[in-house]
């Protein structure tokens, strides 16, 4: 069972930037990142394999970077150019979903 510990997030202004880190327990294969708002669906935005192809959804191309560093079992979300609708917690988690509890996640604010 591979256990996930996302961090990293925070409240920051439009056009500001922040980097996610997700801390993983087990063996690291793919991975993605999901974001959720409360009474929305957990959505997937990023996803990367272990040698390093990405994943984007349209949304957040161009502005937000996954990558990994499969010796530390860590996954790394860098978002710039943030917008108020990129506001919800964030998830990593092994991509495809494969069964795995979800973490805590970590909360994204993101104000105008």
């Known amino acids: 069972q591979v256990q996930l510990v996302e961090s990293g997030g925070g409240s920051v202004q439009t056009g500001g930037s922040l980097r996610l880190t997700c801390s993983v327990s087990g063996m690291m294969g793919p991975m993605g990142w999901w974001r959720q708002d409360p009474g929305k669906q957990r959505d997937f935005i990023a996803g990367i394999t272990y040698m390093g192809e990405q994943v984007y959804v349209d949304s957040v191309k161009g502005r937000f970077t996954i990558s990994r560093d499969n010796a530390r079992n860590m996954v790394y979300l860098q978002m710039n150019s943030l917008k108020p609708e990129d506001t919800a917690v964030y998830y990593c988690?092994?991509?495809?979903?494969?069964?795995?509890?979800w973490g805590q996640g970590t909360q994204v604010t993101v104000s105008s």
């Open positions: 988690m092994n991509w495809p979903l494969i069964g795995n509890k």
